[in-house]
């Protein structure tokens, strides 16, 4: 009843761009701050950009800054990460996630399944 389903990973090249969404069920992305994580191998999971559900204020982590964009859809229930200019150490597996709270909030309350980004020549 209540998921996020991910899609649009893959592999790309350095310098190249993908979009990534994450559909929602169950319940509405506008009530919910909104975020992307991302875990690559050996390291931990790391935020990187988040919308505020009061302001929607945007966040970015510094490695990405410039490069992505995070955006939702209300009519389809859906949140996005456009990612440009990647980067080989922008390899790892992606994660959305949605809280009740706020982006700062300590333990977010749905996930997806993850979606493998691979940057390789």
């Known amino acids: 009843q209540v998921q996020l389903v991910e899609s649009g990973g893959g592999l790309v090249q350095p310098g190249g761009s993908l979009r990534l969404s994450c559909a929602a069920s169950g319940f509405t992305l506008d009530d919910y701050a909104i975020g992307w994580f991302r875990q690559a191998p050996g390291k931990e999971r790391e935020g990187v950009s988040c919308i505020s559900s009061s302001d929607g204020s945007t966040y970015y982590a510094d490695s990405v800054k410039g490069r992505f964009t995070i955006s939702r859809d209300n009519a389809k229930n859906t949140m996005y990460l456009q990612m440009n200019s990647l980067k080989p150490e922008d390899t790892a597996v992606y994660y959305c996630?949605?809280?009740?709270?706020?982006?700062?909030?300590?333990?977010?309350?749905?996930w997806g399944q993850g979606t493998q980004v691979t940057v390789s020549s």
């Open positions: 996630a949605a809280d009740a709270g706020y982006c700062s909030a300590v333990s977010w309350d749905y």
